[in-house]
């Protein structure tokens, strides 16, 4: 993640601010408070950090966009994170998916 908080510096110029929400569940909830008291402009989690919390970024969190790498790891819909990533995303008014990984050929594969 700290990977993408790079590529947000690079190509902003430093003009957007970035958060990574991670670490235990205390830590998380030490930022996600922060998150919401003074919102970043990009917020950067993985998708089992995602599973954890999705109830309160949703809840709490102000965003329109939902952008979600290697989006292979979310394609079965009996999966927590799945099911999670699914309700984050349903607030955003944007949605992105891209994955590096061959599909099976099909727009349905499971």
Excluded: F
Aim: net charge negative; aromatic share 6%; hydrophobic share 35%.
């Amino acid at each position: 993640m700290t990977n993408w908080g790079r590529e947000i510096d690079r190509h902003s110029g430093g003009e957007l601010r970035w958060t990574i929400l991670h670490g235990s569940h205390d830590e998380r909830a030490d930022i996600l408070a922060s998150v919401e008291e003074a919102p970043p402009d990009v917020v950067l989690l993985t998708y089992d950090g995602a599973r954890a919390m999705s109830a309160d970024l949703v809840r709490r969190v102000p965003y329109e966009t939902v952008i979600c790498d290697e989006s292979h790891l979310v394609k079965s819909w009996e999966s927590g994170r799945t099911i999670a990533t699914y309700e984050i995303a349903q607030k955003a008014s944007r949605r992105i998916l891209m994955t590096g990984s061959p599909t099976q050929g099909d727009p349905r594969d499971t």
